[in-house]
Structure formats: structure tokens, C-alpha cells
């Protein structure tokens, strides 16, 4: 270029096109069964392509076979829907007319779907699947594809990974009626289908009712983003774009979405011969694409200039939260703004934390954010804001400041199970496998415990079978009153020392803590077999009994995760006279219906002081969707009881446990927070506090050691820890 017109000639040419019109983010959906955690590299390279404008579905497994309407009406408005990996070819056969009659573009990274094997699947490719394994390169085969857009394909392989993955193809080497664009070993890797094909090969049962294209991806859908080369992004971004492409004005030289004076600078540049001409910007600027520096491109550049400055930010000028700050881990909260809409132009984020100490996202086209590295116990508060990708980067109001808490984590023990405040700060807990009640500061988390107390020394334990699964505590008066599960171990073996219900008082100040054992009544199973008697709730077939008592025979079933005996709350009543006992099970059946299991007693200092018989009040029978009770308090704050309900088995489906708020008056249950992470089996308030402190059992959680996979239980004292959870209702 050799030219410098004058710059008022350049801006008389300048000529304005009408303002535009609202345009609602690209909508693609990817089909997988995988999670939307093993997806969400997928949605970050998509959210950086299309620069925000895009809106991304994930729902695991929702598009299998026998689609309702609804899914086939949200399928058939997509823009762009994309076949992951990461799902079962089998699980999609019953509809596959339905499919392959979309008029919308797809984009397939499964074999398994694309395969014919006897017409049994989609039927884009005759044959079956290959593989190649390891895989390294694919093999160009049609270079001009716009797969290969910016790609040194004169080589005639392109290198796909830096390490050798098992990808699965094609076990043929042609696509029939389309275009063979990459193979592997000759079989088929890449290969594209434009829609106008009366079928994707000679004697397939289906045609494309829109493009199709085939991409063979590894295993896993992660490895294509944390394994794949620069090339193999570059050649997926090709292959996206190919599908549904983005529109930018022709003038864009600094391809920003937008034709401004930016564009006009690098065009005076490339004039002027401050850029060589071999210079990216200085070929886009060439628009008239005859190698010279005319006014034919000045015109050009006049025909996509913008009607005055963009001064219109992206809808809705105010942000909002799809999901408010949630906890992940005692590391690491999550968030997600509601997708913002902009004409034209890319969509970008900016998450600001208001505490001290919390980390900004910075501008991002993604509208998740997972800060990471956080201190364990810690409250952040984040709001929100977006802006365009014009050149005037036009910005929306902050959304509302919301709040999340990473867990706290206490040490040197795996399983905590029971837990009540001391003071304004210090808690004694237990662990449901321990014989020791530690004491920690709770205003210092991430932390070992600030005393250890031995109390197997006053209770009746069993010196070679010592475990007494502690699963209750409160306070009654001015003692912590303490209960077992008084069930059978995890084999269904009976063992005394989990038959134990006992009082401590508490002395002195700060660590100098004294904790003296005050009275212990070990007969309470017994006493629940005479209950049953008159009752029927089912605890005699949970305890095992014969002719009258507990048998010491060992019943595998009666494991307490089975089908056998689990107290694991404990709680003062509301007038402060009496204790509930509460069951994890049995779960009476009323109507069929399984419910959660209450039993006043009405004289526990009498009982546990001085061996009194207790006395029992009529059961108390919940409605928690089949669930046992995990926990129970009385919140003086609320003047309510707080429930955690759960499964009374281990693993069980998520969510895990829910928070309940109880009023015993009128009978009212109030669900207030679950939780699909976090299993918590004790909970307490400090005096005067409304939140609600919650502990975790973490004791089967996985850490990787030099010797495998261990549990948290069984790592040195030292390295165990569990989880903590505040919640403000």
C-alpha cells in the first residue's frame, strides 16, 4: 500500500447504517451423559468463540431415546447441537428418524451415533467403529475444508495431541455422500455432510436435513481441551464456525465486532506504511482484495461504518444472578450471572467480590465463576456486571451483592457426629468413632483442636471393641447430655460399648476445659423394646430380639445402615424438662408411607444420673419423604426445632440431606437448605446466634495417598479433618 489519502477525505466517505436490532444469544445444546462438570471445558471454548453471545444447555441424559414433545421442541430451536463423547450411541436408536430430520446443524463426536452397524444407529457412515490407539495425528485429506482454515496442512498430517489418546472412528474409509475430510489410517476421523444429500451414503435409511459434520474425539470429552494442540483447537473452532458461524461486519479489520475508528487507524497504518504490507491487519484492510490501496476501500470501510457511536449496553442493564454464590469446598465457592443479550456484538463478565480478601474474575466470556485457593470458614460476597465487545465497551449496573461461605475445616478428626457450643466460640464435638470429645475454636478454622478429652475411661466400654458411634448431643440444663447409636456395627455384630447414654459438665475457661462424666445409662435399648411392645414401631425388629432382649447373635441385615437400629439425634425440648430422642431408624410405615421417628423422655436426669427407668412419652411420627432424622436441636433463636433428614442407608442418591425448621405446636415443616456435598450429622447455634453451625461426616471421603486411594478415617490422626457448614435462615 502506497498511498495516504487526506484524512478529511476519509472521513467525509464515512457514511451510517440504521442502529441494530435485539438479538438473543446463539442457542446450542450439547447431548451428553456426562456431567456439566466434565462438559464445562466445552462451554468455556464455546463462550470464548462466540465471545458470550452463546447460551449453552447441559442436562445430563435428557435427550435419550422416546423424546416427549417438549425436549423435541427444544432440540428443533436450537442454533447448533453438539453429540459429546461423553453418551451412549444405544440410548438415542428410538428416535433416530427424529434426528437426522432436524433442520439443525449438528456436530457429532461419537462414532456410536454416527455408525450404521446393520442400519441400527444414525446411519451417517455404512460399517461400524474403529479405532486408533494411541492417536496422535489425523491425516489431511481434503485441505481446503474450512476445517483447515489457517492450518499448515502441506505436511499432510496435522498433530492432534501432545500424547497418544484412544480415539474412536469410522471403520470405513469413505462417507459416502460426503466429504472425507481427515482419516486415521485411512478410516474415517473427519467428515462433512452440507444437508442437500438424498442420503448420507448410497443405501443409508436417512438424508441430512441440515449440515452434518463428523469429528472423532477421544474418550473423554476433557482430553480434547486439556491434551489437544493449538492446531486441534484451531481445527474444532473451524468445524464450529463451519456450522453456525459468526457474522462480522466485512470492514472489522481488528475483528472486535465493531467498524470504528480503531478500523480506520490500522487502515491509515497500512497506508502509511507504518504496518508492512504483509502485515495481518494490512491484508484485512485490503478489502477490495486487489492488492492496492484504493478509495475502493475507503468506500468499503464507509459502507460498515456504524451509525454513530454504540453507547447501548447489553440487556438487562441490570444484572442478575442464574445462581447466587453457592459453596463447592472449603476452598472454593461458585457462581453464575444470567446470560446478558447484546445485538451484535460479544458479551462479557465481571465478577467483583466486595470482601477483603476474595479475588476478582476480571473481564471473562464466561458466566461461571469458581474462584478457588480460599481461606477454609470465610464469607465472600460477589456482584456482577457485564459489558459489550464494541469499541465503546458499554456496561450494565452491578447486579445485587450475594453472599456464600466456603466450609470450614477442623482437624484431627474424620467423622464428626456430634457438636454443641461451649460459649461465643469454643465447641466440643465428637466423632462417631472416637472415644475422645474434641474442643476446638471455632473462630479459627482450619485448625486442630485446642484440647483432646478422654471419657472411655468412665463409661462401659469394651476394651478390645472400644468404638461407641456417639451420635447425639445437647445441652439440658447446666450438663451436655450424650447418646450412641445403640446399634449394631457396620456388620451387624452386637458390641456394648455402643449402648451408651451419658451426661458431662463442663468447668473451667479457654483450652484449661475440665469435662467430668456425671452419669451413664447403658440399659436405654432394653427400655426401647418394652416401648415397642406397646407401640409397634418396628424397633424390635431393628434391635434383634429374643424372648424380650437383645440378641447378641450377629445379624448382617441389622446393620445400622440396613435395616437395623440408628439413634443419631438429640435434643433438649423447648420448655428445657425433657429430651428427644431422634431415629435415623426405624421409619414407621403410616399409610404405606415411611416416617421419621421421635421419643420423648421426660426424666433423663433421673435416668442417667441415677439409673431411674425412663419414661416415655407417645412416639412422634414426621412425614420427611421416607427419610430418617440425621440431627435435631431446639433453635431458641427461631423458637422452632431444626431437623436434618436423611437416607438411612450410605450412598445414597443426592440430594444427600435436607435442613428442616419444626414447629411441634401446629405441626408445620419448613424445608430450608439442602445439601448434595456437605453430610451433615450434627448441628448447634452459639448462644444468641440465629445461623445454624452444621458438622460433616466425612470419614468415607477419598484422599490420594502414596499407598492409593485412602479414607479419610484412616489417615494418621494428623491428616484427618471434616467440614463445616453455616447457614442463615
Known amino acids: 500500500m502506497n498511498r495516504t489519502p487526506p484524512i478529511a477525505l476519509l472521513l467525509m466517505l464515512l457514511a451510517a447504517l440504521p ?23 466445552y462451554v468455556r471454548f464455546l463462550q470464548e468463540l462466540y465471545q458470550g453471545n452463546v447460551a449453552v444447555r447441559i442436562d445430563t441424559d435428557r435427550y435419550k431415546e422416546n423424546l416427549s414433545d417438549k425436549r423435541k421442541a427444544e432440540l428443533q430451536s436450537a442454533d447448533l447441537i453438539i453429540i459429546s463423547r461423553d453418551t451412549s450411541g444405544g440410548d438415542y436408536n428410538a428416535d433416530a428418524e427424529f434426528w437426522n430430520a432436524l433442520p439443525v446443524p449438528i456436530l457429532c463426536h461419537n462414532i456410536e451415533f454416527a455408525r450404521s452397524d446393520g442400519h441400527r444407529f444414525w446411519d451417517w457412515l455404512p460399517g461400524n467403529r474403529a479405532d486408533t490407539n494411541p492417536c496422535t495425528h489425523f491425516d489431511v485429506v481434503a485441505p481446503n475444508d474450512p476445517v483447515f482454515h489457517g492450518i499448515n496442512t502441506s505436511l499432510g498430517a496435522i498433530e492432534m495431541f501432545n500424547t497418544g489418546l484412544d480415539v474412536d472412528h469410522s471403520d470405513q474409509d469413505s462417507p459416502g455422500n460426503g466429504v472425507l475430510v481427515a482419516a486415521s489410517a485411512g478410516r474415517v476421523v473427519i467428515a462433512r455432510w452440507l444437508g442437500s444429500e438424498s442420503g448420507y451414503y448410497d443405501g443409508s435409511d436417512y438424508a441430512p436435513a441440515a449440515p452434518r459434520l463428523f469429528f472423532a474425539a477421544p474418550d473423554r470429552t476433557a482430553s480434547l481441551f486439556a491434551r489437544a494442540t493449538a492446531d486441534a483447537h484451531l481445527m474444532l473452532e473451524n468445524a464450529i464456525l463451519s456450522l453456525l458461524p459468526i457474522i462480522r461486519p466485512y470492514a472489522d479489520i481488528d475483528r472486535d465486532g465493531d467498524v470504528d475508528f480503531q478500523d480506520l487507524a490500522l487502515m491509515a497504518d497500512c497506508w502509511a506504511g507504518v504496518l508492512p504490507a504483509d502485515d495481518p491487519a494490512c491484508l484485512l484492510a485490503d ?18 461504518w456504524l451509525d454513530g457511536t454504540d453507547i447501548t449496553p447489553p440487556e438487562p442493564n441490570v444484572m442478575r444472578w442464574k445462581s447466587r454464590p453457592t459453596t463447592v469446598s472449603a476452598e472454593s465457592i461458585t457462581m453464575t450471572a444470567r446470560a446478558a443479550i447484546d445485538a451484535q456484538y460479544g458479551v462479557q463478565y465481571y465478577f467483583q467480590c466486595l470482601s477483603a480478601n476474595g479475588p476478582d474474575s ?23 456486571k457485564a ?13 445485587t451483592a450475594e453472599s456464600a461461605r466456603t466450609y470450614g475445616l477442623y482437624w484431627h478428626m474424620a467423622d464428626a457426629s456430634a457438636a454443641v457450643a461451649l460459649d461465643s466460640d469454643r465447641v466440643i464435638a465428637a466423632g462417631d468413632e472416637l472415644n475422645l470429645l474434641r474442643i476446638y475454636q471455632w473462630s479459627s478454622p482450619n485448625s486442630p483442636p485446642i484440647r483432646d478429652v478422654n471419657i472411655a475411661y468412665a463409661l462401659n466400654i469394651e476394651p478390645n471393641r472400644p468404638e461407641m458411634d456417639i451420635e447425639g448431643a445437647t445441652w439440658l440444663g447446666n450438663r451436655i447430655f450424650w447418646i450412641t447409636s445403640h446399634g449394631r456395627n457396620r456388620d451387624g455384630q452386637y458390641r456394648y460399648s455402643r449402648y451408651q447414654f451419658f451426661a458431662t459438665s463442663i468447668t473451667g475457661s479457654g483450652a484449661d476445659v475440665v469435662v467430668d462424666v456425671d452419669g451413664n445409662y447403658t440399659n436405654l435399648v432394653n427400655d426401647l423394646i418394652a416401648y415397642d411392645a406397646v407401640y409397634d414401631l418396628g424397633l424390635s425388629a431393628a434391635i434383634g430380639v429374643v424372648d424380650g432382649r437383645i440378641d447378641p447373635t450377629t445379624y448382617p441385615n441389622l446393620a445400622p445402615k440396613i435395616d437395623g ?13 425433657a429430651l428427644l430422642i431422634a431415629f435415623r431408624n426405624p421409619r414407621p410405615k403410616i399409610d404405606g408411607n415411611r416416617h421419621a421417628l421421635i421419643i420423648r423422655l421426660r426424666n433423663p436426669h433421673e435416668v442417667v444420673l441415677m439409673g431411674q427407668p425412663p419414661q416415655f412419652d407417645p412416639p412422634i411420627l414426621l412425614d420427611l419423604d421416607g427419610f430418617g432424622i440425621r440431627s435435631i ?19 445414597a442418591a443426592e440430594p444427600l440431606q435436607i435442613l428442616y425448621s419444626y414447629d411441634m405446636t401446629t405441626g408445620q415443616l419448613s424445608q430450608l437448605y439442602k445439601f448434595p456435598v456437605l453430610t451433615p450429622e450434627g448441628m448447634f447455634q452459639f448462644p444468641g446466634d440465629g445461623d445454624i453451625q452444621l458438622i460433616s461426616d466425612d470419614g468415607t471421603l477419598l484422599f490420594d495417598t502414596p499407598s492409593g486411594p485412602t479414607e479419610n478415617k484412616f489417615l494418621p490422626v494428623e491428616q484427618r479433618s471434616f467440614r463445616t457448614q453455616t447457614v442463615t435462615p
Open 19 to 41: 442502529g441494530r436490532v435485539q438479538a438473543d444469544p446463539f442457542n446450542i445444546i450439547i447431548v451428553t451423559a456426562g456431567s456439566g462438570d466434565s462438559e464445562r471445558p
Open 633 to 651: 436441636e431446639y433453635s431458641l433463636t427461631l423458637a422452632q426445632y431444626l431437623l436434618v433428614a436423611g437416607s438411612h442407608k450410605g450412598g
Open 287 to 304: 478489502l477490495a482484495v486487489d492488492g492496492l490501496a484504493t478509495l475502493q476501500d475507503v468506500a468499503l470501510l464507509a459502507a460498515d
Open 387 to 399: 459489558r459489550d465487545t464494541s469499541g465503546n465497551r458499554n456496561e450494565t449496573a452491578f447486579s
Open 565 to 577: 437400629l440408628n439413634i443419631e439425634g438429640l435434643a433438649a425440648t423447648a420448655e428445657g424438662d
Open 362 to 384: 476480571g473481564w471473562q466470556y464466561d458466566t461461571l465463576f469458581e474462584p478457588t485457593d480460599l481461606p477454609p470458614g470465610q464469607a465472600f460476597t460477589y456482584r456482577v
